[in-house]
């Protein structure tokens, strides 16, 4: 257990036994058990005037490769850097962004879990394997630019998950699936209501041999199925301080190891999370928060041309540490007035060797790292008059890069290369404003203007990388990421089942950090001039009896533009940015208990460098869920990825190749839920 934890960890055990089994005597003296929620402060008035998209247990539990990834790829517009799953990616690959805003592997949509950032504090990728579906309640998505609590990190958006409750999980839940090459996927909890609050114990393990990334005619002696083995473990309690007021508190423990490529390119991840939250919803509403969060990243580069270790990238330790602040004063009954700071540091160290590809020995050892912190004031406030609900939020941020470096020395210790980086603060000023007008029962009408912030990761600015044989540099000197954007829309609701949404949008990213190609071996992270993205995103949902359909649709027209250095890559699409995106599920009901429900999803080709030189071809995929009762809370649970067998290419480097899930089918027993 590292020491940052520690302090946290003790206020969560020390207060959560006695707090979960609080009650509140009336005045008589009698005992009154208060129930609580273990939610946030509810959404406000104006939260329709930006496009949001909400995600319902029955889909989050019904995603045919069971991963969360898929689960958020059924919102227009959603997109990760890579089409790989979190199974058989890189994890320090795994940035989820909005609206095309992609190019790199470091995540521009803000991703929170019960209120808590769950980005990595030195790369900045999302630790999917361990957010594991059946542990959430619900899931809201909101896209465009955000200057709320952490909204330095809202560049492209926000992805909210919220855990599952007592009342949702029960008291006991598992499942226990296998597919057709023998992988596993087991999970359960158990839970139990003390006082008026509410406990959970939950864990997961997933583990398999893989399949081969490598295409038949490219494999060699060392190639290696993405074999991958990654478990976590969470702990949740929610208590009752005062009728009107309850403490949270969550604990999350992660470690995900895979392979992928080749025999010995093992990469490792891990994560030891803490928070404790008190939201108070009287008429002095609050929402205080405190988290911790530690991490490591370990990684093997293996030769693809000598097929041996080249890079050992054996430890990243890095540490997150924040809070937020939220007071919702009484002002009126047409006003929702939102206050308060919150706070992020980011700390971390590359350590890493580098070996000779011909005689294995030792050439350099590389240290990198600094800090990177965020202090947010803001301000918000809605106002309703009648039918409409207007908003306008600002603000300001005082960021720090401070404590930078990157060393390299030989393998006798001389020192081959340095950069001491200057530290760096700076205030900036973000906004947004939208509003929503339902001209009838049935059309709602909406339109929303916003900034947007995002500082470089600690990875972007310090950690030079390698995918054999092009060299990414890193950039000390990184500037900020700034959107600015404007979308409008509406929400018709022409008949009882059947919801249609469409959102047009213009988002631009100034100084959008990307990888840029240097020589045909040789990139190196730059600041862009632009990233242009303007586009539609339509919803689809009808239900009628038995039968649903919930369908989504993105097209996005995104370019880069360049000038100076830039130029040649002006007018270009940014890598791994799809023009088009579709997906539609369909599902039918026939009993209670049963679900039977396919998922078709389109993603159109997109290019993987700034030079549009190398293709990833449109890919269509189509999976399956079935649950079938089996009575006394059991269920037969079949699922099927990828069933067609389509060849989904998720990299191209120079005709270099890697692949995607091929078909797969899983069967197994659900309990609970």
Same mark, same amino acid.
């Given at each position: ?33 208060? @129930? ?35 689960? &958020? ?34 995540? +521009? ?64 839940? #598992? ?19 003390? !006082? ?24 060699? *002696? ?26 949270? #508190? ?41 988290? @911790? ?34 007071? +919702?004063?009484?002002? $009126? ?6 206050? $308060? ?28 790292? !600094? ?22 939020? &600002? ?19 001389? &020192? ?38 995002? /500082? ?114 002006? !007018?270009?699409? *940014? ?35 700034? /030079?549009?030189?190398?293709? &990833? ?25 990828? /069933? ?10 120079? $005709? ?18």
């Amino acid at each position: 257990m590292r020491p940052a934890r520690l302090p946290l960890l003790a206020l969560f055990s020390a207060s959560l036994p006695g707090a979960l089994a609080a009650q509140e005597s009336d005045e008589r003296g009698e005992d009154v058990m208060i @129930v609580v929620t273990g939610t946030g402060l509810p959404e406000t008035p104006a939260a329709p005037a930006y496009a949001a998209v909400e995600i319902a247990r029955e889909r989050i539990v019904s995603a045919p490769s069971g991963r969360i990834e898929e689960v &958020l790829g059924a919102v227009a517009g959603f997109q990760q850097f890579r089409r790989s799953d979190s199974r058989s990616s890189n994890p320090s690959a795994q940035g989820v962004t909005l609206r095309a805003l992609g190019g790199n592997a470091t995540s +521009r949509a803000l991703v929170l879990l019960d209120g808590v950032p769950m980005a990595d504090p030195f790369f900045g990728y999302i630790p999917l394997s361990a957010i594991a579906p059946e542990r959430l309640g619900s899931i809201r998505v909101t896209r465009g630019g955000g200057s709320g609590p952490f909204g330095a990190g809202a560049l492209a958006g926000t992805i909210e998950l919220e855990s599952a409750d007592f009342a949702t999980l029960g008291p006991t839940s #598992a499942s226990l699936l296998a597919n057709d090459r023998g992988e596993t996927e087991a999970s359960a909890s158990i839970g139990s209501r003390l !006082g008026g609050g509410f406990g959970v114990v939950s864990g997961r393990w997933d583990r398999g041999r893989g399949f081969f990334t490598t295409p038949a005619v490219d494999r060699v *002696p060392a190639t290696a199925r993405a074999a991958f083995d990654s478990w976590s473990a969470g702990v949740r309690g929610v208590a009752p301080l005062a009728p009107e007021i309850e403490l949270q #508190a969550r604990g999350l423990v992660f470690r995900d190891e895979r392979t992928l490529r080749f025999d010995g390119a093992d990469s490792s991840s891990e994560g030891q999370d803490a928070s404790i939250r008190l939201i108070g919803r009287g008429r002095w509403q609050f929402d205080a928060l405190a988290y @911790v969060q530690a991490r490591n990243f370990s990684n093997i580069v293996i030769s693809s041309t000598r097929f041996v270790r080249v890079l050992d990238q054996r430890n990243t330790p890095s540490t997150g540490l924040g809070g937020k602040l939220e007071l +919702r004063p009484p002002v $009126g009954g047409n006003h929702v007035l939102r206050l $308060g700071v919150d706070y992020r540091r980011s700390t971390g160290e590359l350590q890493e060797e580098a070996y000779s590809a011909f005689s294995g020995n030792l050439t350099e050892r590389r240290r990198a790292g !600094g800090d990177n912190s965020d202090l947010g004031l803001f301000v918000e406030n809605d106002w309703s008059l009648g039918e409409l609900v207007l908003t306008g939020g &600002l603000r300001a941020d005082r960021t720090a890069i401070t404590n930078g470096f990157y060393r390299a020395r030989d393998a006798s210790g001389a &020192l081959v290369e340095q950069t001491l980086a200057p530290d760096r603060t700076d205030w900036t000023l973000s906004w947004r404003a939208g509003a929503a007008y339902s001209a009838s029962e049935a059309l709602r009408l909406r339109a929303a203007a916003y900034t947007g912030l995002r /500082l470089p990761t600690l990875n972007e600015l310090y950690r030079p990388f390698v995918v054999f044989p092009v060299v990414t540099q890193a950039n000390a000197a990184l500037e900020n990421e700034r959107l600015e954007g404007f979308e409008a829309g509406f929400d018709w609701t022409p008949a009882g089942g059947v919801e249609l949404s469409l959102t047009a949008f213009d988002n631009q990213v100034e100084n959008g950090i990307a990888n840029v190609t240097l020589a045909p071996n040789l990139r190196q992270r730059q600041n862009l001039p632009a990233i242009e993205a303007r586009g539609i995103e339509a919803g689809l949902s009808v239900s009628r009896g038995e039968i649903s359909f919930d369908g989504t649709l993105a097209y996005t027209d995104a370019q880069v533009e360049g000038r100076g250095p830039s130029l040649e890559l002006d !007018g270009n699409r *940014p890598p791994q940015t799809p023009e088009f995106a579709a997906g539609a599920t369909v599902a039918w009901e026939p009993a209670q208990g049963w679900l039977l429900s396919a998922t078709l999803r389109h993603v159109g080709a997109q290019f993987e460098s700034d /030079l549009e030189t190398d293709r &990833l071809p449109a890919v269509t995929t189509l999976g399956a869920h079935a649950k079938v009762p089996l009575g006394e809370r059991f269920s037969l649970v079949l699922r099927g990825e990828n /069933l067609t067998n389509e060849t989904i290419v998720t990299r191209n480097s120079g $005709g270099s190749l890697d692949l995607g899930v091929p078909r797969t089918v899983w069967a197994g027993l659900r309990f609970g839920y």
